[in-house]
């Protein structure tokens, strides 16, 4: 099997996410395993990340269509997880800013519909690279208008979610000192999440020579997709070993100055 420089790509991704599996899962079990909790979601992103590129690597053997729609498919699923896991810190500074202040800006279900949002953002690029895309002879794929709309959507959930943590910014001073690396957690990822979204849209609408989904610069994905990708990961990993575990202790604390406020704590989605 004959590498190009897109193969040593999917080999060092490999090495690098196969690892990040043992601190992913180290994670969850702090703050809990639980899907809702947000931390499984760097581990799924890791598994898609490894599949991502054992489907390329096999794509070298037999490069069939099915095998580029499967490669395409799990890059597009590849977003929806770092919308997920920024959107769950967010709801774990707004459950401490929520118990403290009289009237929430925020509340549970805005985040409930952010969450549906994502999958249907999730489930429209899956759909559209299934049924809507278009092989040309050179091997260059067309998305459909499926996964155009896909895209959309998830800029969509992005500008929410940035919109979202500026709601939250006036009321941070109520945030407990341990949990505030969250504050400066968030920006930094949404900004990572935001050169992910551009390539992908560069990708999507314009697929010329630099940008395009598979005989674009290499350049262009590796430091627009893959390092930015791998950036969230590493910071949101780093936060998960910072902040103190969800613990019957921490809980009965929340309880406790719930039941001296006026409102209603926002519960993790």
Not at 45 to 50: C, E, F, G, N, T
Not at 150 to 155: A, Q
Request: hydrophobic residues 50%; neutral net charge; charged residues 15%.
């Amino acid at each position: 099997m004959h590498l190009d420089d897109h193969g040593y790509v999917s080999i060092v991704e490999l090495i690098v996410y196969i690892p990040c599996l043992i601190p992913a899962v180290l994670v969850c079990l702090r703050h809990g395993f639980k899907r809702t909790s947000g931390w499984i979601f760097i581990v799924i992103l890791s598994a898609i990340r490894i599949s991502g590129s054992i489907c390329e690597l096999l794509a070298y053997n037999n490069s069939t269509e099915a095998l580029i729609k499967a490669t395409l498919i799990i890059d597009s699923i590849g977003i929806a997880p770092l919308l997920l896991i920024v959107l769950l810190v967010l709801s774990r500074l707004v459950d401490w800013i929520n118990i403290s202040v009289q009237s929430p800006k925020l509340k549970t279900k805005h985040f409930r519909i952010l969450q549906v949002l994502i999958g249907i953002g999730l489930v429209l690029g899956t759909i559209g690279v299934i049924s809507g895309g278009s092989q040309a002879a050179d091997g260059s794929f067309t998305p459909s208008t499926t996964s155009k709309a896909g895209l959309i959507l998830y800029l969509l959930d992005f500008a929410a979610i940035t919109v979202m943590f500026g709601l939250s910014l006036p009321n941070v001073s109520a945030v407990p000192r341990p949990e505030r690396p969250i504050i400066f957690h968030i920006p930094i990822a949404l900004l990572a999440i935001a050169v992910r979204l551009l390539y992908s849209t560069l990708c999507i609408f314009v697929h010329d020579n630099t940008f395009s989904l598979f005989d674009g610069s290499l350049a262009a994905e590796v430091l627009m997709a893959i390092v930015a990708e791998f950036f969230v990961v590493i910071i949101t990993l780093a936060l998960g070993f910072k902040l103190r575990q969800d613990s019957p202790s921490t809980q009965g604390e929340m309880t406790d100055l719930v039941e001296k406020s006026s409102n209603h704590a926002l519960p993790l989605p």
